[in-house]
T-cell receptor
Framework: NAGVTQTPKFQVLKTGQSMTLQCAQDMNHNSMYWYRQDPGMGLRLIYYSASEGTTDKGEVPNGYNVSRLNKREFSLRLESAAPSQTSVYFC?????????FGSGTRLTVV | AQSVAQPEDQVNVAEGNPLTVKCTYS??????LFWYVQYPNRGLQFLLKYITGDNLVKGSYGFEAEFNKSQTSFHLKKPSALVSDSALYFCAVRGPMNTGFQKLVFGTGTRLLVSP
């Protein structure tokens, strides 16, 4: 099984550009998440989707939007990228106490 | 709201010595506690979790963690460290399952450096 697949793995954007980070899981999990990881700050929750059809803000949602396209897919969109959004982004899915993380997207905004 | 504290940014230990990486938590109700490890330029790998039962939880790669409810701690331990254990370790907590949807909240991470 692939688990949680994130695309792309690396991306460089110019300030003001937009992009969508894709995430798909094949474990039939109900819940999905987007986290960002910054040095010294651990992983911070951006948005989550408790189940298909619902999305909610996490700790650091400003500048981001999400779409739970179906049970498998949960995308993260940056409408107008800023240097402060330079980070490593992780998608995760869960069912009860089982959490699976993707391998991450390293995003640099210049 | 739940929170996790990892008080040490870095832990240094010599190979063969025991290691401890500290974690304390705050959550309403009985916690679900997790440890993850991250190697350079890699994703998060699950090490172990505590949900209920025995306070000593055994996980991958010889790691274990002890749940202490009175001290609200969940320290990660290994009896004999390996150089290959050098990595970034994250503690995480979520609230109990029967209180509705609960998010997984992470600590800031502790870098473990094992010297030969």
């Amino acid at each position: 099984n692939a688990g949680v697949t994130q695309t792309p793995k690396f991306q460089v954007l110019k300030t003001g550009q937009s992009m969508t980070l894709q995430c798909a899981q094949d474990m039939n999990h109900n819940s999905m998440y987007w986290y960002r990881q910054d040095p010294g700050m651990g992983l911070r929750l951006i948005y989550y989707s408790a189940s298909e059809g619902t999305t909610d803000k996490g700790e650091v949602p400003n500048g981001y939007n999400v779409s739970r396209l179906n049970k498998r897919e949960f995308s993260l969109r940056l409408e107008s990228a800023a240097p402060s959004q330079t980070s490593v982004y992780f998608c995760a899915s869960s069912e009860e106490s089982n959490y699976t993380f993707g391998s991450g997207t390293r995003l640099t905004v210049v | 709201a739940q929170s996790v504290a990892q008080p040490e940014d870095q832990v240094n230990v010599a190979e063969g010595n025991p290691l401890t990486v500290k974690c304390t938590y705050s959550v309403s109700g009985n916690p679900y506690l997790f440890w993850y490890v991250q190697y350079p330029n890699r994703g998060l790998q699950f090490l172990l979790k505590y949900i209920t039962g025995d306070n000593l939880v055994k996980g991958s790669y010889g790691f274990e963690a002890e749940f202490n409810k009175s001290q609200t701690s969940f320290h990660l331990k290994k009896p004999s460290a390996l150089v290959s254990d050098s990595a970034l370790y994250f503690c995480a907590v979520r609230g109990p399952m029967n209180t509705g949807f609960q998010k997984l909240v992470f600590g800031t991470g502790t870098r473990l450096l094992v010297s030969p």
